[in-house]
C-alpha cells in the first residue's frame, strides 16, 4: 500500500453524504473528536476501520484509499466507452467499460487517453471477406513494440495482444466494429475509426496522405 486514507479524503465524502462528524463517529463507534482529529490531519483511522468507512459513503476501499470516487453511468454497457489501463512495470493491460479504481504493481492507474495515429505510428484497415486485417508500421524490438490491438463494437471487445519481435497486425471480425484501438508501449494508445467507402473496401491504401485525404472526403460526404 503506497497510500493511506487521507482527513481530507473522509472530509469531502462525509460532507457529498451530508453527514455531521457526530453520526460518522455513532457508526464507527469512535467519539466525534476522533473524526475532527482524523479529518485536520491529527491522526489517522486504524486500519481495521477501513471498510467500516468505507461502507458508511457506499464506497469500496480502493475508492477510499486511493481519493477517486467512481460513479459509473455506462449502465447500459456500451463498448464505446472502453477505457484500457496499462501498467508500466508490467505492461500488464486491463480493459473496463466505465470508470474505475486499479492498481498494478503499487501503482494507481489512470486510463490511457487515446491519440490519433500520427507519422511514426501508421495503421493500415484492409476488409479480407468478414474480417478487418489491422497493420500497423511500426518497429517491434524488445524495448518499443505495439502492445495489443483491439477492435471496439458498441456490445463487444476484440482484442489481440502483441509481443516484441513479432507481427504488429491482427485480423477482427466485422461485428459492427467502430473503433480500433492500439498501444505503443512508449508513445501511449492510439485509435482510428473505420471509414465508410474507405475501410469496408477490399483493398487497403498503403499511402497515409492518400488515406488522409479519403478520410477528408467522406467526411464532408457522410458527416
Given at each position: 500500500?503506497n497510500?493511506?486514507i487521507?482527513?481530507?479524503v473522509i472530509?469531502?465524502l462525509?460532507?457529498k453524504?451530508?453527514?455531521?462528524?457526530?453520526?460518522?463517529?455513532?457508526k464507527?463507534g469512535?467519539?466525534d473528536?476522533t473524526?475532527s482529529?482524523?479529518?485536520?490531519g491529527k491522526?489517522y483511522?486504524d486500519?481495521?476501520?477501513?471498510?467500516?468507512?468505507a461502507?458508511?459513503?457506499?464506497v469500496s476501499v480502493a475508492?477510499?484509499?486511493?481519493?477517486?470516487t467512481v460513479c459509473?453511468s455506462n449502465?447500459?454497457?456500451?463498448m464505446m466507452k472502453?477505457?484500457f489501463?496499462?501498467c508500466?512495470?508490467?505492461g500488464?493491460?486491463?480493459?473496463c467499460m466505465?470508470?474505475?479504481?486499479?492498481?498494478?504493481?503499487g501503482i494507481?492507474?489512470?486510463p490511457?487517453e487515446?491519440?490519433?495515429t500520427?507519422e511514426?505510428?501508421?495503421i493500415?484497415?484492409e476488409?479480407i471477406e468478414?474480417e478487418y486485417f489491422v497493420?500497423?508500421?511500426?518497429?517491434?524490438?524488445?524495448?518499443?513494440?505495439?502492445?495489443f490491438?483491439?477492435?471496439?463494437?458498441s456490445?463487444?471487445i476484440?482484442m489481440?495482444?502483441l509481443?516484441p519481435?513479432?507481427?504488429?497486425?491482427?485480423?477482427f471480425?466485422?461485428h459492427?466494429v467502430k473503433?480500433i484501438?492500439?498501444?505503443?508501449?512508449r508513445?501511449?494508445?492510439f485509435s482510428?475509426?473505420?471509414?465508410?467507402g474507405?475501410d469496408?473496401?477490399?483493398?487497403?491504401?498503403?499511402?497515409?496522405?492518400e488515406?488522409?485525404?479519403?478520410?477528408k472526403?467522406?467526411?464532408m460526404?457522410?458527416?
Amino acid at each position: 500500500m503506497n497510500q493511506y486514507i487521507t482527513g481530507a479524503v473522509i472530509k469531502e465524502l462525509r460532507e457529498k453524504n451530508r453527514i455531521t462528524q457526530l453520526q460518522l463517529a455513532r457508526k464507527l463507534g469512535v467519539s466525534d473528536k476522533t473524526i475532527s482529529k482524523w479529518e485536520t490531519g491529527k491522526g489517522y483511522p486504524d486500519i481495521t476501520l477501513l471498510e467500516p468507512i468505507a461502507d458508511s459513503f457506499h464506497v469500496s476501499v480502493a475508492e477510499l484509499l486511493s481519493g477517486n470516487t467512481v460513479c459509473n453511468s455506462n449502465v447500459a454497457a456500451n463498448m464505446m466507452k472502453s477505457r484500457f489501463y496499462v501498467c508500466p512495470v508490467c505492461g500488464n493491460v486491463i480493459h473496463c467499460m466505465g470508470e474505475a479504481v486499479i492498481h498494478c504493481h503499487g501503482i494507481l492507474l489512470q486510463p490511457a487517453e487515446a491519440e490519433e495515429t500520427d507519422e511514426d505510428h501508421k495503421i493500415f484497415v484492409e476488409r479480407i471477406e468478414d474480417e478487418y486485417f489491422v497493420r500497423i508500421e511500426h518497429e517491434m524490438r524488445k524495448n518499443h513494440y505495439i502492445s495489443f490491438i483491439a477492435a471496439v463494437s458498441s456490445d463487444r471487445i476484440q482484442m489481440v495482444k502483441l509481443y516484441p519481435e513479432g507481427e504488429a497486425q491482427a485480423r477482427f471480425k466485422l461485428h459492427g466494429v467502430k473503433k480500433i484501438y492500439f498501444y505503443c508501449n512508449r508513445s501511449g494508445l492510439f485509435s482510428i475509426t473505420p471509414v465508410r467507402g474507405i475501410d469496408d473496401k477490399e483493398c487497403g491504401y498503403d499511402d497515409t496522405e492518400e488515406r488522409r485525404e479519403l478520410e477528408k472526403a467522406a467526411k464532408m460526404l457522410f458527416g
